[in-house]
């Protein structure tokens, strides 16, 4: 159980609501038993092709895909994965070669082959697709393939953080006779290597996982299949687990929930797996717009926004305030709005506007999506409305849209302000800077921010200790804080729900808040 039980390894803090006696081995037994392992989640993927996300989709995709490098449970850093071995040929760290596994195939049986690894990379970039994961590929230049199992990833500029960029699951390997070089395959079918394959998709309601017998990595299934089935709401998926419809909920719990499971959890016989997170959630500010393109404006918002009372009135205090892009609990975190701006002031913010020649309330339109990041999302944005609206200076108007059109919109320039959340691509703190900024970034807004760009951000990543890179991730964050184009709000934590039977929920997080699957198996004794 996840309990506070000495003879278990922990991931993160665990909270545990149910108990168990003494220290006795737990097995686990095919899923077959019962059929397969339910999870349910708040989060359904964008798309099913790799070269298009930079999202929530890579939850199935490190489960039905394969990468080089990936993460072992309790590894924080990438472990190799497909390959053999990977690691910098060169003492410049300019070329980075990996080897693969021998006589690796796809799910389908097709050949997965250096080639093919070049190939799923390559078409990343070829298809470019604006604000998708091409913009992790800025230090790659070309990719040489030496052999059937050997390739060298030849870099533009030194990266330490390349094999981080490798273990994402956008770099997964594709079949490349089935993946159009040029184009996103459309067809909804998956032909990838991972640990499960896609037997059966149904486009936000379901996917069947089952396991991938061809699979050589470092995953050791403890189950055969696993059913992912994709909520609205947060009670919902709730309800379901009490009804025993699911046997795990993650990504999504509502913090009323949160706070039922933790208190009353174990009379429905249910376990709430607590771990600390790196998720945060922020405002985007569009520079097109004629009002949130002002300094002022970005400001005056900033100054006002109350964390604490988003943290607490509308999470339950399931959520900690952010006052930097780059989360606590990573090297080179800061709390530059904080030191910036103090406490909320409306009367300080007033001043802003006016020293800029603002004097009438300013306009803004506020987006969030529907769908994303937990039911919490509505109630959040009601709030931020609240504050600013209340401090006399602003009139705001909101509107939300299911992911999928809202992910359009932002990509389109549509929206003033809107809500984004991000889950980290992997645990450093250049992951929470680099994919903001930039002509081409995660957001599809536009952000030049050449210091960071163009000297603190290859500066650190000349440098394999990150301990020692703090000052320019340091200087990297004030910037943020000057400019005020992105405005953190809070740091998640993460949330792992399930019936007292399943175990393996410490073991599934990965250091990316990713859900490992295949870790998860029932409980054949007490």
């Known amino acids: 159980m996840f309990n506070r039980n000495p003879c278990l390894r922990h991931l993160a803090a665990v909270t545990s609501i149910t108990l168990v006696a003494g220290c006795g081995v737990l097995s686990s037994a095919s899923s077959d038993d019962k059929g397969p392992i339910v999870v349910g989640t708040t989060s359904a993927p964008s798309t099913l092709d790799p070269a298009a996300s930079w999202d929530g989709s890579w939850e199935l995709f490190r489960n039905i895909y394969q990468t080089l490098l990936s993460y072992p449970s309790g590894a924080t850093t990438p472990e190799p994965d497909a390959a053999q071995s990977c690691g910098f040929a060169d003492t410049s760290n300019l ?58 990833f030849h870099l533009n500029k030194p990266d330490a953080t390349f094999p981080f960029v490798l273990a994402t699951p956008a770099m997964s390997i594709v079949d490349p006779d089935d993946y159009p070089a040029h184009s996103l395959r459309k067809d909804g079918k998956v032909f990838g290597s991972g640990p499960y394959s896609l037997r059966s998709y149904e486009d936000g309601k379901q996917a069947e996982l089952v396991r991938n017998d061809h699979y050589k990595g470092f995953a050791e299934l403890k189950n055969d299949a696993v059913t992912i089935r994709y909520f609205q709401d947060s009670g919902q998926m709730v309800d379901a687990l009490k009804d025993k419809k699911i046997d795990v909920t993650f990504r999504g719990l509502a913090s009323k929930d949160i706070v039922s499971l933790r208190s009353k959890g174990a009379d429905n016989g249910l376990q709430l797996v607590e771990g600390a997170g790196m998720e945060i959630s922020y405002l985007v500010f569009n520079p097109k717009d004629p009002w949130a393109k002002k300094l002022a404006v970005r400001k005056a918002v900033a100054q006002v926004i109350d964390r604490a009372a988003i943290a607490h009135k509308v999470y339950k205090d399931t959520v900690d305030p952010l006052y930097s892009m780059v989360p606590a609990g990573l090297t080179g975190h800061t709390t530059g709005f904080f030191d910036d701006y103090g406490d ?70 549509e929206y003033p302000v809107f809500g984004r959340g991000w889950f980290p691509d992997f645990p450093d703190a250049e992951n929470f800077i680099a994919p903001f900024v930039g002509r081409q970034n995660a957001l599809g807004t536009p952000y030049p921010a050449p210091r960071i760009t163009d000297t603190l951000l290859p500066a650190s990543r000349r440098e394999s200790d990150r301990g020692a890179v703090v000052k320019e991730f340091e200087a990297a964050q004030q910037i943020l804080v000057d400019d005020a184009r992105l405005l953190p709000l809070w740091q998640g934590k993460q949330f792992v729900a399930a019936s007292e039977e399943i175990s393996g929920g410490e073991q599934a997080l990965d250091p990316s808040t990713i859900m490992m699957m295949w870790e998860l198996h029932r409980k054949t004794s007490w």
């Open 344 to 413: 909320p002031s409306s009367s300080k913010a007033r001043q802003i506007l006016s020293q800029a020649g603002i004097t009438e309330r300013v306009p803004l339109t506020l987006w969030y999506t529907t769908d994303r990041y937990g039911s919490e999302t509505a109630p959040e944005f009601q709030e931020i409305k609240r504050q600013l609206e209340d401090s006399g200076l602003f009139r705001v108007s909101l509107n939300g849209r299911p992911w999928k059109t809202y992910e359009e919109g932002y990509r389109k320039g």
């Open 95 to 152: 070329v980075y070669r990996c080897k693969l596994r021998a006589d690796m195939k796809f799910s389908d049986g097709d050949t997965l082959d250096a080639r093919a690894v070049k190939y799923s990379i390559d078409r990343i970039k070829k298809i470019n697709l604006p604000g998708g994961p091409a913009g992790l590929l800025g230090s790659l230049d070309r990719i040489q393939v030496l052999n059937a199992r050997e390739l060298d």
